[in-house]
C-alpha cells in the first residue's frame, strides 16, 4: 500500500449559499501525480486553494504525511505551488529567483549555490542563471518557476494550469518535461487544467470534477473506457451515445434492446445499471469499424454519412442514423487517415460494426 501524501476528509466550501466544493474525501498518494479536471465552475481551482491555504474550508479535514494542516499557514504547509503567470520576480535574475525561497528559509549561501545549479540542471537551463525573466521565453519562465518551486523540496507541488498561457507546441514539449521532472523528483503532483488531453498525457490518476462534487476519480484509462455517467464518457473523448434498455444482466455484460439492433449486447461497470432500466449505449469513434468486414460476434448498424473531417492524422467520419419515433442520433467514427483519401461520400448509407466487448452500458 503507497504511503498517503495527502488527505482530504470531508473537505467543503461556500460562497454565501453557493456551494463551490461539496464535502469531498481524496487520498494522493506520495509521488502521484493527481490530475484535477473540470469544466470552467467546477471547483478545481477551489480545492487546490483549500489544499495550499489560500482558502478557509468550511468544513472538513486537510492532513499533509499525517499532520492536520486544515488551518495551517500556507507556508507551513510543506507545499510548492506554479501558477499560470510565472509570478517570477522582474528585477531578480534567474538564479536569484530560483534562490528566493532557500534565502526566507534560512539556507546558508553555499548549499543555496549549489541546489539552484541542480535545480537549473533539473529543467535543462544552466545556460540562463544570470538572465532576467524579460529575457526568456515563456517556455523558458515556467521552466523557471518550476525550478523556484522545485528548489526547497516541498513534499506536495500544486499547479494551476501552468501551460495555459502557453501555444500548443510548446504546451506539448512542457508536458513530457514536466513528467520528466515529476519522474525525477518523485515528488506529489496535484495538477489543474481544463484541458482533457493535457489530463490524460499526464496524470496517474484524474479526478474529475463537476459541480463541487467528484464525477469520478481513477486512472485516464478507467475514465476513458469505464465512465461511471454520461457526464464523465462525454468529458473525456468523443463517444457515441446511444438510448438502450437493458433486457438482462449476466455477470458484467448486458444484453439490450435497442431500435434496429436485435441483440445488443454491452460490458458493465456501474452496478446502477440494471434490468429493466434505459442506459446509454458508450461507443468510442475509434472501435467503430466503418463498412468493414466485421468480426464474428460484432454487432452492426447502419447510418448515413453526413460530413468528413481529416485531421491530420486522423480522419473522423460524421453520421446519422434515423430511428423510428425518434430524433436522428448523430455518431461519430475515426480511423488513422491513410493515403487512399476519399473512398466515401456525403450521403451514402454506411454500415458500421463493432465489439460487444468495446460497447459500454451506462446508466442513462
Ligand atoms: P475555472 O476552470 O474556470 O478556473 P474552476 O473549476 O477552477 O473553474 P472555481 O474557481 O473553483 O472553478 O470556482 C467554482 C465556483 O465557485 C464558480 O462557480 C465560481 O464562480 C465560484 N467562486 C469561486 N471563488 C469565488 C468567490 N471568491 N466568491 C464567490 N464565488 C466564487
Same mark, same amino acid.
Given at each position: 500500500?503507497?504511503? #498517503?501524501?495527502?488527505?482530504?476528509? $470531508? ?41 495550499? $491555504? ?18 495551517? !499557514?500556507?507556508?507551513?504547509? *510543506? ?18 529567483? #530560483? ?106 490518476? #484524474? ?10 476519480? $481513477? ?14 464518457? *462525454? ?67 447502419? !447510418? ?61
Amino acid at each position: 500500500m503507497a504511503t #498517503i501524501n495527502l488527505q482530504i476528509s $470531508g473537505l467543503c466550501k461556500r460562497y454565501g449559499d453557493f456551494v463551490a466544493l461539496a464535502p469531498t474525501d481524496l487520498d494522493v498518494a506520495q509521488g502521484e501525480f493527481l490530475t484535477l479536471l473540470g469544466p470552467s465552475g467546477s471547483g478545481k481551482t477551489t480545492l487546490l486553494s483549500l489544499i495550499a $491555504g489560500l482558502a478557509q474550508a468550511d468544513g472538513g479535514l486537510i492532513r499533509i504525511n499525517g499532520v492536520d494542516v486544515t488551518d495551517g !499557514a500556507p507556508y507551513d504547509r *510543506d507545499i510548492g505551488m506554479v501558477f499560470q503567470n510565472y509570478a517570477l520576480f522582474p528585477h531578480m535574475t534567474v538564479a536569484e529567483n #530560483i534562490a528566493f525561497p532557500l534565502q526566507m528559509r534560512k539556507v546558508d549561501a553555499t548549499s543555496a549555490k549549489k541546489r539552484v545549479a541542480e535545480a537549473l540542471e533539473m529543467v535543462h537551463l544552466p545556460h540562463v542563471a544570470g538572465r532576467y525573466p524579460r529575457e526568456l521565453s515563456g517556455g523558458q519562465q515556467q521552466r523557471i518557476a518550476l525550478a523556484r518551486c522545485m528548489v526547497y523540496r516541498p513534499s506536495i507541488i500544486l499547479m494551476d494550469e501552468p501551460l495555459g498561457a502557453l501555444d500548443k507546441k510548446l504546451r506539448d514539449h512542457m508536458q513530457l518535461e514536466i513528467k520528466r521532472i515529476h519522474r525525477d523528483l518523485g515528488t506529489t503532483i496535484i495538477y489543474v487544467t481544463h484541458d482533457q488531453e493535457e489530463a490524460m498525457t499526464m496524470s496517474d490518476r #484524474i479526478c474529475l470534477m463537476d459541480a463541487g462534487k467528484i464525477a469520478q476519480l $481513477g486512472t485516464p484509462a478507467d475514465l476513458y473506457f469505464r465512465p461511471k455517467n454520461v457526464f464523465v464518457a *462525454d468529458f473525456l473523448g468523443e463517444s457515441n451515445l446511444l438510448d438502450a434498455q437493458v433486457t438482462s444482466r449476466e455477470g458484467d455484460q448486458v444484453r439490450l434492446a435497442m431500435q434496429g439492433i436485435d441483440k445488443g449486447r454491452a460490458m458493465v461497470y456501474d452496478a446502477q445499471v440494471q434490468s429493466g432500466k434505459p442506459v446509454k449505449l458508450m461507443l468510442r469513434p475509434q472501435n467503430l469499424r466503418v463498412n468493414g468486414h466485421a468480426e464474428a460476434g460484432a454487432e452492426t448498424m447502419s !447510418a448515413k454519412l453526413t460530413d468528413i473531417m481529416v485531421t491530420g492524422g486522423m480522419t473522423k467520419l460524421y453520421m446519422q442514423r434515423q430511428q423510428q419515433n425518434a430524433e436522428a442520433a448523430e455518431l461519430v467514427a475515426s480511423f488513422p487517415t491513410d493515403r487512399l483519401g476519399a473512398r466515401y461520400e456525403i450521403g451514402q448509407t454506411l454500415t458500421l460494426s463493432w465489439s460487444p466487448a468495446d460497447a459500454v452500458a451506462i446508466a442513462g
